[in-house]
């Protein structure tokens, strides 16, 4: 966890993000901003819905990113916002202490905007991209474990259970197969090098658009940055923080991601049991600490999508804080995988 910033700390104007983030119109609808309003982003990236929120309203924000890159530069660029915006690199198990630290404790809305930003995707050297050739990096803090040293040091079995339990990869095995075969005679060190050797494994898939490696590099991101775990810590952290009536916003990128979010909100929305058709509905389990925002998740339109196709498979899911007490976190009640079983 990196010192905070205060934007008030450069010098300069304030250049707007270039980029509109995913969603964007539709989480303000959903966080609805007032003047006096604390929020958390945890996932602050280049900043847009951030900027969403303190233009919408006379409300602070607490910018948080795993990512050192995210915050080069941006005291200069976010300036005009002085005080109202705080920000830190830290994960998302910092959350809690960062925000009663900061004073953003209770808060009134938390978002967490998940996976792999545009800019990490597009800079080859992080080496999130099977589409660019770079160093099989991606780390999001750019400290511990590299994609390399899992690809180079795991087991074939280890490989493929990673592919298959965070990357939902059928041929599994075939591919850690190869990796394993191609890595005898040099480590394999480059992206595209991985792609390729992936490519070979799986052969010919029905959806042309989709590249044989996505859920490979998926699983191995995942794996590198222990996200799923780190999102079911900063969903724990978000319903100790909000107050009653606050709301948080997720958007997920993949059905682990989703499937984890999903199962978070239903476990705290008021599951009910009911013995008979006839008798009344009893709660199961602890009063509600949250009530669903939306029944259904909303998805980008084809507007969105067409302007940029990677929103395509994003969710938003919004649920609303109750006064009741926050629930205990359960990793397997979730479907968290546990990364130390099956990573060196």
């Not at 007032?34 to 309203?57: E, K, M, P, R, V």
């Not at 899992?150 to 493929?160: H, I, M």
Request: net charge positive; hydrophobic share 45%; proline share 6%.
């Amino acid at each position: 966890m990196m010192p905070k910033r205060r934007a008030s700390e450069g010098v300069g104007a304030t250049q707007r993000p270039r980029h509109i983030p995913v969603l964007f119109s539709e989480v303000l609808d959903a966080l609805a901003p007032q003047d006096g309003h604390a929020f958390i982003d945890g996932t602050f990236g280049a900043g847009g819905h951030s900027c969403g929120l303190l233009d919408a309203a006379n409300c602070r924000v607490l910018a948080l990113d795993r990512d050192p890159n995210v915050f080069v530069g941006a005291a200069e660029r976010f300036a005009a916002y002085g005080d109202r915006l705080i920000m830190a690199q830290a994960r998302f198990r910092d959350m809690e202490v960062l925000a009663r630290h900061e004073g953003f404790a209770p808060a009134d809305g938390i978002l967490l905007d998940l996976g792999v930003s545009s800019m990490q995707l597009d800079t080859a050297k992080r080496g999130f991209s099977f589409q660019a050739n770079g160093p099989l990096d991606m780390r999001m803090s750019q400290s511990g474990m590299t994609a390399a040293d899992l690809v180079n040091g795991a087991s074939e079995e280890q490989l493929a259970d990673i592919l298959f339990r965070l990357g939902e990869e059928r041929k599994s095995r075939a591919i850690a197969r190869a990796i394993v075969a191609a890595r005898k005679s040099r480590p394999i060190k480059r992206t595209l090098r991985l792609a390729e050797i992936v490519a070979e494994a799986v052969g010919p898939i029905r959806d042309r658009n989709k590249h044989p490696a996505t859920r490979t590099f998926q699983a191995l991101r995942l794996a590198v940055n222990g996200e799923l775990e780190e999102l079911a810590l900063g969903l724990a952290a978000a319903e100790r923080l909000l107050k009653p009536g606050g709301r948080l916003a997720v958007i997920t990128f993949h059905s682990l991601e989703d499937r984890i979010v999903k199962r978070f909100f239903a476990s705290r929305s008021g599951t009910v049991n009911r013995p008979s058709r006839h008798m009344p509905d009893v709660p199961a389990g602890p009063a509600a600490s949250f009530r669903l925002f939306n029944r259904k998740p909303v998805t980008p339109g084809d507007e969105e999508v067409a302007a940029n196709p990677r929103a395509r498979s994003a969710k938003l899911r919004v649920g609303v804080r109750t006064d009741a007490s926050p629930h205990p976190l359960d990793m397997a009640a979730l479907s968290v995988p546990r990364i130390a079983d099956f990573v060196l």
